[in-house]
């Protein structure tokens, strides 16, 4: 198999690392940072408001909020909705239960990666301008024509739009047979090829049957936090009910929700969803973090049904067989023993979880031997895994903020603001928090809420965007300080669906085996990157590359060149 | 709580026939039937009818102080804690002062305020309350708690401390501070409370265990673990401290460690199941699910409602491949759930 062509050179266009250091020294500033970044091996620095990142997002009341709706606030996608191989953003917004003038809601919005560092808002033009109750936001190509398409999940009617491929997008919610016959509080979501038709299908879970008029509001004082009165819920309402589509591959979809067994999930309250390959038989599974309940990981029977094996698997609860607050997910082989691991993030008072696969279709609970346990002071949503120093093992990112604006009044909780929390991966299956090593900008506090991690610079590591509540987004680019190596993939399918979702790649070099695949929805309410990006530490070489494509097919691709993107193609080799 | 405090109202203002007579005449402006509606109305509320009460009340002119007064009671004693509120803030301070609907009034309303989580509001009407019924312990406990949750540690210890008969600048004030605060979740006050304990009396028990559970509970294991030795030190029979030794062992991984400790508790006290719960962790962990399942076992047996031992030993039948009896545990586990944070 010969090489195959790049598509983007692994030179960033935006301000390297190396002239901001340089910069901060000669300014006097930022010693601490430096120091930091050269035992670390990579720093961030948030280039939202550089980029053109700059509109705030609305969600609920500021000060105090009268239901559960104002809290959950809003996802992010980052997908290449024009081709040109830059990963651009797309923003979900709310709104408030006052309401707007006319006119003057806030929308969503969409920003085109110029490629130069900067983006631009192109969400009338994109036809993208929708708002009220936004949640979450997936992408796929699902008519399979080559161009993204998004799915935008909302409290009332969910929305599909079309890419037409000419920089536009058109709302197919109604023609794809989308319409709900009532409001529901869609939330996280995924596009998933469950039944490996070539086609993808829609997975989006619902939060909450919410009915204002019968929720009860905080001055009824049955709803407190630490004796502060506080939005109701979800205890005491009524769950919504996961759904599931089916591609029929004429633009249209079918709901097989009750007939694959997805509404038969033990537990309610559906927050983040991803996708992932549990038990490795090539078929893909979903997992839903559930809020103050189990959650779900429903396994693929390979028959058009799904089982939900969470409480069984042990993958459900805390390790004291205790519901959590679930709101994110990471996934990703962090311990390299071949199978994906679940990372979920929680409330506060409680630690995250740490699933490891065990590869006999179980969990082990390793939040405490991971040394990740005595984090309880922060509330998590948007997660990720991802390889911060390149060196080949799973990192952590977590993005957090409070449930409660009300907390502000308690001084001795962590704040509505929260700042993130970032776990460095010590390759004997124990993590180290090194938030404070690397300071600003990861330690400044935000009310964050979704975050996609994607590489929008093309420099072969992972940025992370935030969609924060009440507050401009934030962009961490991501830079490596130390002498390593990389490899990305853009995988294409042919008899699979085209964004090869559900596809897993395993990169082999001389210090061993990663493992990656590609998947839909992901962190808190979100959508990551399509591409694969792979930290090769100091290798110079890659051996091979295989991949299982979403059919069951496996290539294999040799003669990759390092440090930069490929696009392999299923069947067709190099391009 | 609702029926704690509802006891605690009775106790105070209407503990008798004789008051409810009392309050009907003490009323000056009514007319006679206004009269005799209110006295079948704290009939009705003292009977536990207080629907029937709040119809025959509302029935009357609710803007004269007594008619809002007893209104508003009802409201209280039918778990309608805002109307109550709405009702009383109007009333009270037209009531005669030092009258017993006066007093009623401020105690109802303190109380409706603490319900609703309008701590700050109530302090000062169970304050006021609490001037003229100095030795009542429920009203002690309720004021102390409120004096946590309006975060006023020094109020909140002496409160507490005169509700548990200690002196309120004793060590033992600060422990049973500490304690209700660590119950209200409001951990930062509590470990500071603590502290306080420690330094005036190091070796007052329990003081070193409950450092140590905060610690634990924030994940500090290593300073959970040498709490918990600290309190051993003091107190070597304490079961509980040993569990929470062995818990912190646990979550460092350290098997063998947490098993003894877990086994010493169990010895001091073998109804308990919480150590049999986790050392059916420990022998999963380590390898011997029969063990294992055998301690959950005894956890169940002890207590068969217990949601965590119902799962665990689901997780071992099922990796033994044993899935009805596994799938038999999980129903119960789910079946035991409560939601809620």
């Known amino acids: 198999m010969p090489p195959l062509t790049m598509r983007t050179s692994s030179t960033s266009l935006w301000p390297s690392a190396a002239f901001v250091i340089v910069y901060a020294i000669l300014r006097g500033i930022a010693p601490h940072a430096q120091s930091a970044e050269t035992k670390l091996g990579f720093s961030f620095t948030n280039v939202a408001r550089e980029a053109g990142l700059d509109v705030t997002t609305i969600y609920g009341g500021q000060q105090s909020n009268k239901y559960l709706l104002e809290t959950t606030g809003c996802g992010a996608a980052a997908l290449d909705y024009d081709g040109d191989g830059w990963m651009d953003i797309f923003l979900v917004n709310g709104t408030t239960l006052e309401g707007f003038p006319k006119g003057q809601e806030p929308t969503n919005h969409l920003y085109r990666n110029k490629g130069n560092g900067t983006f631009e808002d192109v969400t009338k033009r994109a036809g993208l301008a929708a708002s009220g109750w936004g949640q979450g936001a997936c992408a796929g190509d699902y008519d399979n024509d080559g161009h993204e398409d998004l799915f935008v999940t909302y409290w009332g009617q969910n929305k599909l739009y079309r890419n037409t491929g000419d920089g536009t997008f058109e709302d197919v919610t109604s023609r794809a047979g989308l319409t709900q016959t009532r409001a529901r509080w869609g939330a996280g979501c995924a596009f998933l090829d469950y039944d490996r038709d070539g086609r993808l299908d829609l997975l989006a879970a619902n939060y909450i049957d919410l009915d204002l008029s019968t929720t009860p509001v905080p001055e009824s004082g049955l709803c407190r936090y630490k004796g502060i009165p506080v939005a109701c819920g979800p205890p005491g309402l009524r769950g919504g009910k996961n759904v599931l589509y089916h591609n029929r591959g004429d633009g249209t979809f079918e709901d097989v929700s009750e007939r694959s067994g997805i509404t038969r999930a033990k537990g309610t309250y559906g927050l983040g969803v991803s996708t992932l390959d549990f038990d490795g038989d090539g078929w893909t599974d979903v997992y839903v973090a559930n809020d103050s309940n189990p959650s779900a990981l429903y396994r693929n029977n390979h028959d058009g049904t799904f089982t939900d094996i969470g409480v069984g698997s042990g993958c459900a609860y805390s390790q004291d067989g205790k519901p959590q607050a679930g709101m994110g997910l990471a996934i990703g082989d962090y311990d390299r023993n071949g199978t994906m691991d679940i990372f979920k993030t929680n409330f506060a008072g409680d630690t995250s979880t740490l699933y490891a696969n065990t590869g006999n279709g179980f969990c082990e609970d390793r939040t405490f031997s991971s040394g990740i346990g005595f984090n309880t002071r922060w509330l998590g949503w948007g997660v990720g895994f991802l390889d911060l120093d390149g060196d080949g093992w799973l990192d952590l990112f977590l993005v957090n903020g409070h449930v409660y604006p009300e907390v502000e009044r308690i001084k001795t909780e962590a704040g509505y603001k929260q700042r993130k929390v970032v776990y460095r991966n010590l390759h004997n299956g124990r993590f180290a928090d090194v938030t404070e090593q690397i300071g600003p900008p990861v330690t400044v506090a935000k009310a964050g809420r979704g975050a996609a991690f994607a590489d929008f610079d093309n420099d072969g590591d992972v940025d992370v965007v935030v969609n924060n509540i009440h507050d401009p987004p934030d962009l961490f680019r991501l830079d490596r300080t130390a002498d390593v190596h990389w490899v990305s993939l853009k995988l294409v399918g042919t008899q699979s669906n085209r964004d090869a979702i559900g596809a897993l790649a395993r990169v082999v070099t001389a210090d061993g085996e990663q493992r990656q695949e590609v998947r839909g929805g992901g962190s808190y309410y979100s959508q990551n990157d399509l591409r694969l990006h792979f930290g090769l530490g100091s290798n110079r070489a890659i051996d091979r590359v295989i991949v299982r494509w979403p059919t069951g097919r496996e290539e294999t691709f040799t003669g990759l060149a390092i440090d930069r993107l490929h696009t392999l193609k299923e069947g067709g080799g190099a391009r | ?341």
């Open chain 2, 1 to 341: 709580m609702r029926a704690a405090l509802a006891c605690a109202c009775v106790l105070l203002v209407c503990a008798s026939a004789e008051c409810q007579t009392l309050q009907a005449g003490a009323v000056q402006s009514p007319t006679g039937d206004v009269k005799t509606t209110l006295a079948s109305a704290r009939k009705l509320i003292t009977d536990g009818n207080a629907k029937e009460a709040i119809a025959k009340l509302q029935a009357l002119d609710t803007s004269m102080p007594e008619v809002g007064h007893l209104l508003g009671v009802a409201f209280y004693h039918a778990d309608d804690h805002q109307h109550a509120i709405e009702q009383l803030a109007k009333v009270r301070d037209k009531l005669p002062e030092g009258s017993t609907e006066r007093r009623e009034a401020v105690q109802v309303l303190g109380l409706c305020y603490y319900l609703t989580g309008k701590y700050a509001d109530a302090v000062p009407l169970l304050e006021e309350t609490r001037r003229w019924a100095e030795d009542n312990l429920e009203l002690g406990y309720i004021l102390g708690m409120a004096y946590i949750q309006t975060r006023q540690p020094d109020a909140a210890r002496r409160e507490l401390a005169r509700t548990f008969g200690v002196a309120p600048e004793s060590a033992a004030a600060n422990l049973m501070a500490a304690q209700m605060m660590i119950r209200l979740e409001f951990e930062p006050l509590a470990e500071a409370e603590l502290k306080r304990a420690l330094e005036k009396d190091p070796r007052l028990p329990r003081v070193n265990y409950l450092l140590g559970q905060l610690a634990l509970f924030r994940g500090r294991l290593d300073e959970a673990i040498t709490l918990s030795e600290r309190e051993l030190a003091i107190s070597p029979g304490d079961a509980m401290t040993w569990y929470q030794l062995g818990d912190a062992y646990l979550r460092q991984s350290r098997w063998d460690e947490a098993a003894t400790a877990l086994q010493k508790s169990l010895w001091i006290n073998p109804f308990y199941s919480g150590p049999y719960v986790l050392l059916g962790r420990v022998y999963v962990k380590k390898g011997q699910p029969a063990t294992a399942e055998g301690m959950l076992r005894h956890a169940i047996q002890y207590d068969p409602n217990n949601r965590t031992a119902h799962y665990l030993l689901g997780q071992v039948l099922q990796q033994a491949g044993r899935t009805e009896e596994a799938k038999r545990e999980f129903d119960i586990a789910e079946r035991l759930q409560s939601p809620g944070r």
